[in-house]
């Protein structure tokens, strides 16, 4: 398999050959995931530690459930409560962490290159959980995964993201992974919710969703991240939804058989009409959530290999 990866970190750094042994390799844990033994020896005797010093209780479960299927022994460290809240610093986290002597570190954060610098101090492998408006690389292979799933390939399809681009790290793993696999990505939103220096991102961009969605064979909605926002970005969430959320009128300028998507959790009648959300021939949402469990094997899987090649040569893991 070719991946020579210390850390997921995001996805820019990985080459082509490196996106597809992930989703290869999550392809195997999927059928793994669907039978009644579901338990692999991946990870045994490896150590995992969550730490997300944000709330994500879907991605932090899809984590703990991936590290305990592969045989990890898995800890949550309440962030929120932590000494980070006491005033301890990155730094000293990290050193504390490296007495614990973790294997696996997954780290959610709110502020970009945190995680990076975390990864610079400690020794053992680190997966990005999501950074600031950085990047969350298991959500752009999971979406990568559902989409060759459900289309057949990775290559050479015309994909719409949709939504809140400018505070989405959702969005910007997708757009570089998915130009990185030769498609067309088109970003569909308000001007106000465009990110600066959009030109230089490769990508087609569209204020009107009818035009935006034309021909594309995936839809892919994002959430309104009020959370990040800090003025009168949108007018109102009913005129929002007018423009820009999925309903069936807009949906029918895709085409014909384009799935639907959407990271979660979903703001029904904001971002998407719940009828679209719910729909088994176009929605491929739960599938996106099953994915996210077998990327996330898949990605610890190939990280605790290099992290047992590395120490048996006796080299540092950090980057």
Do not use: W
């Amino acid at each position: 398999m070719s991946f020579s990866q210390s850390h997921l970190l995001g996805i820019e750094p990985l080459h082509p050959t490196e996106i597809t042994t992930i989703l290869d390799l999550a392809d195997q844990y999927v059928d793994l995931n669907r039978q009644a033994n579901k338990h692999a020896d991946a990870l045994t005797g490896l150590t995992q530690i969550n730490m997300f010093f944000e709330n994500s209780t879907r991605t932090q479960a899809s984590f703990e459930l991936a590290g305990k299927r592969l045989g990890a022994d898995v800890m949550n460290m309440a962030m929120q409560a932590s000494s980070i809240k006491k005033g301890e610093t990155l730094i000293d986290t990290a050193l504390t962490l490296n007495a614990m002597h973790p294997d696996l570190l997954v780290v959610r954060h709110p502020h970009s290159g945190a995680v990076d610098l975390l990864a610079q101090k400690v020794n053992c492998a680190v997966l990005n959980a999501g950074d600031g408006r950085h990047e969350h690389p298991t959500q752009a292979l999971l979406d990568a995964l559902t989409i060759r799933r459900a289309k057949g390939r990775l290559h050479r399809l015309s994909i719409a993201i949709c939504g809140d681009i400018a505070h989405s790290r959702v969005a910007r793993s997708n757009i570089i992974l998915l130009g990185k696999m030769e498609n067309r990505v088109r970003l569909v939103g308000p001007p106000t919710l465009m990110p600066s220096g959009i030109s230089e991102f490769g990508v087609e961009v569209y204020d009107d969703m009818r035009e935006g969605l034309k021909d594309v064979d995936v839809v892919m909605m994002l959430r309104l991240q009020r959370e990040r926002m800090d003025g009168g970005f949108i007018p109102s969430e009913r005129e929002y939804f007018h423009r820009y959320g999925l309903d069936a009128e807009k949906l029918s300028h895709a085409k014909d058989d384009a799935i639907v998507m959407h990271p979660g959790p979903m703001n029904r009648g904001v971002e998407i009409d719940g009828t679209i959300a719910d729909d088994i021939n176009r929605s491929v949402i739960q599938e996106q959530v099953e994915m996210g469990v077998a990327v996330r094997m898949a990605a610890m899987d190939l990280l605790a290999r290099n992290l047992r090649a590395r120490r048996a040569e006796g080299k540092e893991v950090m980057a």
